[in-house]
């Protein structure tokens, strides 16, 4: 079964940090593009920042100079550091990848099932 597990989220006061991970497991031939998504209570799911597997990133400008998504290729893991963060910045984050289905040979896009981040005093 494939599947991505999230971890990392949590509570943090405005200003402070959080690193959320997202493993990738199961019977996988290829992963291409990973990113991380957000969704706020009453508003559209928005991408929060992506990598490609050639390592080029790009982000929300909501969080440019704020968040680093990374990825360790060997260890089928997307990262996301987020620092300076602020209370607009609480919402459920996921992860989203491009994987290749070994069961199938095809490749689909995948979603964790969330993690809670909120930014309060």
């Known amino acids: 079964q494939v599947q991505l597990v999230e971890s990392g989220g949590g509570l943090v006061q405005p200003g402070g940090s959080l690193r959320l991970s997202c493993a990738a497991s199961?019977?996988?031939?290829?992963?291409?593009?990973m990113g991380w998504y957000r969704q706020a209570p009453g508003k559209q799911r928005e991408l929060v920042a992506a990598?490609?597997?050639?390592?080029?990133?790009n982000y929300a400008d909501s969080v440019k100079g704020r968040f680093t998504i990374s990825r360790d290729n060997a260890k089928n893991t997307v990262y996301l550091q987020m620092n300076s963060l602020k209370p607009e910045d609480t919402a459920v984050y996921y992860c989203?990848?491009?994987?290749?289905?070994?069961?199938?040979?095809?490749?689909?896009?995948?979603w964790g099932q969330g993690t809670q981040v909120t930014v309060s005093s």
């Open positions: 199961g019977s996988i031939f290829s992963i291409n593009a």
């Open positions: 990598i490609t597997s050639g390592g080029s990133t």
């Open positions: 989203n990848a491009d994987l290749g289905n070994i069961a199938t040979m095809l490749e689909y896009d995948y």
